[in-house]
């Protein structure tokens, strides 16, 4: 399902088509609430769904402001991130200013003491990504996603987008978690709506512990940066 899809069965669902008593922008809202609310519980059970990468160049520091990182690279938290936001870091490694390649990972430290006191180690505090030596570049994996990807123009009818994988078999779920918010402002309660949410997030469940080929399912992990070091 695509964006115009979704929002059409939203607000089928709602039974507010005419939109009397929801603009298009509480619309969008209530569906990019849906849309985290999905990507969210995908992305606990099977980091790897929306796991992606950004190289940072000529640091040359040993903290990286991953919301301002200047010309090193794209930001991926704060305000405005360039590219997919930060939702959990996967791994951290040393890499190839030319090739981007990673060179060696780093190992995570919980604390600032550990990280300082520590060879090759990182740590994320705030924005900020620190380093116990001087980084000059490095490759940053993580699982990332773009946190509101309904807009007024592509919920209209006919200019639809493709958002992810997950959404276009479950597509469905965006409009019924979006239906569940939409139900505390309208302080009414729907229960074959309910059930319908509950049913399809089982299925969910199913679909992401069994894996996306029939020999993952002993895979697939929430979160994999402990094996790389």
Known sequence: MN????????KQYVDDSDLTFMDDATKVNFLNLGWRELTFKAAESDSNLFGTSQNYININADTLDLAAPGATGNAIMGAAPVADRLYRLMRIAR?????????????????????????????????QLLFSEQADSCLVEYVGFPTEPFSVANTATGAGVYLNEIATYYGDLIALMACKHYQIKDFA?????????????????????TGRSWNQNNNVVGTDEATYY
């Open 3 to 10: 964006t115009a899809q979704i929002a059409e069965l939203f």
């Open 189 to 209: 309660s729907n229960p074959v709506l309910m059930a319908q949410l509950a049913m399809r997030k089982n299925e969910l469940d199913s679909y992401l512990m």
């Open 95 to 127: 890499s190839d200013a030319g090739t981007g390649l990673a060179r060696y990972f780093l190992q995570a430290s919980n604390s600032l003491v550990e990280m300082r006191n520590g060879v090759n180690r990182y740590m994320l505090r705030g924005t």
